[in-house]
């Protein structure tokens, strides 16, 4: 069965110095990984994807991720905080079932001190 | 930017009544998802549904829900018979079926049941 452990359940950064957002999954083939990011009363948002063309995904925002099978990580990161990054963050897997089946992890919430 | 619209955004309700939570889906969309989240909890899959039929169903998604697409534009979730563990913030989503399983989200409404 597919799974998402976010290791983090708040993190709490400085404006401008560098998000990381620690994602393990566990998955029985190669899976679908995606990352969603929730602001507060917003719907959540797709930040990136995964699809085994590239381990290193790039988003939206500044944001990307890296694929690392041997490790069955998929953590976020952003060279520099802004601001405007404080949300919560979702680190999600494709269930495998039809078309978005989708397993999320508890989220990750990431407040930005100026 | 197209969006999914949910409303109404919170929702009371007493224990035993009926509610339906509408969600207007992007509109070329042609999958369309109720996810749910329990305040404290993982945000879970609860059905898939395309070309008016459920693809897919949670083990959540019991007869007391039901799903409907009475027109063209709108997405309905029914719980029948509400209980106080419904109580949960619910989100609509819709994807394109062109299989990536990108997802856009609406900002959820948040069912109280008293």
């Known amino acids: 069965a597919q799974s998402v452990t976010q290791l983090d359940s708040h993190v709490s950064v400085s404006e401008g110095t560098p998000v990381l957002l620690r994602c393990n999954y566990s998955?029985?083939?190669?899976?679908?990984l995606f990352w969603y990011v929730q602001h507060p009363n917003k719907g959540l948002q797709l930040l990136l994807k995964y699809t085994s063309a590239a381990t290193l995904v790039k988003g939206i925002n500044g944001f990307e991720a890296e694929f690392k099978k041997s490790e069955t990580s998929f953590h976020l990161t952003k060279p520099s905080a802004h601001m405007s990054d404080a949300a919560e963050y979702f680190c999600v897997v494709s269930g495998g079932g039809s078309q978005g089946n989708l397993i999320f992890g508890k989220g990750t919430k990431l407040s930005v001190k100026p | 930017e197209p969006e999914v619209t949910q409303t109404p955004s919170h929702q009371v309700t007493q224990m035993g009544q009926e509610v339906i939570l509408r969600c207007v889906p992007i509109?070329?969309?042609?999958?369309f998802y109720w996810y749910r989240q329990i305040l404290g909890q993982k945000v879970e899959f609860l059905v898939s549904f395309y070309n008016n039929e459920i693809s897919e169903k949670s083990e959540i998604f019991d007869d007391q829900f039901s799903v409907e697409r009475p027109d063209g534009s709108n997405f309905t979730l029914k719980i029948r018979s509400t209980k106080l563990e419904d109580s949960a913030m619910y989100f609509c989503?819709?994807?394109?079926?062109?299989?990536?399983?990108?997802?856009?989200f609406g900002s959820g409404t948040q069912l109280s049941v008293l």
């Open positions: 989503a819709s994807s394109d079926g062109t299989g990536d399983e990108k997802l856009f």
């Open positions: 998955s029985s083939y190669s899976p679908s």
């Open positions: 509109s070329n969309h042609l999958y």
